[in-house]
């Protein structure tokens, strides 16, 4: 009798460093993947902000894009002043040609923008996508640390149930009576 209770208390010591050290364990690695996640958005939104905030025009294919214009509409400003001193086109027909230089100037960075305004959609919907995979990995990530956190506890209450069986079973019959017994 004594070696049955002495093998039940011993059970339930081992059972619960083993259980105490997955314990451990598993807050852990909830730790370390919740600190992979805060990199991994860190690291999403520091992008994000990086390229939604920037000026488009500054970029190098943007300015590329408005230099070409700006020397189109200089070769084509010089053939006509040329041709004006030729034909002898008056200042009026000069200024209407300035405007629609200007106008063609517009609708080069009025295109400029556009492509802005597709390129900032695009970036915010990567961002939202990335972020929303993070979401779910963290979820799931919880959902398995408390399914095990679950378990563990089950192990616990039977081992610990097993032990005040054991104990139940060791105190002598006269005794037993003031024990109150738990319903299985």
């Known amino acids: 009798m004594w070696k049955t209770f002495f093998n039940a208390a011993s059970n339930v010591a081992n ?6 050290k997955k314990n451990q364990m598993l807050d852990k690695q909830l730790m370390l993947q919740n600190n992979y996640v805060k990199n991994q958005l860190n690291n999403a939104t520091s992008m994000f902000n990086r390229e939604y905030y ?13 230099k070409r214009v700006r020397e189109q509409l200089g070769e084509q400003n010089r053939a006509m002043r040329n041709s004006a001193v030729v034909t002898g086109a008056t200042p009026q027909a000069m200024a209407a040609r300035q405007r629609v230089d200007n106008k063609a100037l517009d609708s080069a960075v009025g295109t400029l923008a556009t492509a802005d305004a597709q390129n900032k959609q695009h970036i915010l919907d990567n961002y939202e996508k990335r972020r929303n995979q993070l979401n779910d990995y963290l979820q799931g990530g919880a959902m398995n640390y408390y399914k095990q956190k679950m378990n563990l506890e089950s192990e616990r209450y039977a081992g610990l149930s097993q032990f005040i069986k054991a104990f139940y079973d060791f105190v002598p019959n006269d005794i037993r009576e003031d024990i109150p017994v738990l319903e299985q």
Do not use: C, F, R
Request: no cysteine; proline share 5%; net charge neutral.
């Open 54 to 66: 920037k000026n488009y025009l500054d970029t190098p294919s943007a300015q590329n894009m408005l």
């Open 15 to 20: 059972q619960g460093v083993s259980l105490w």
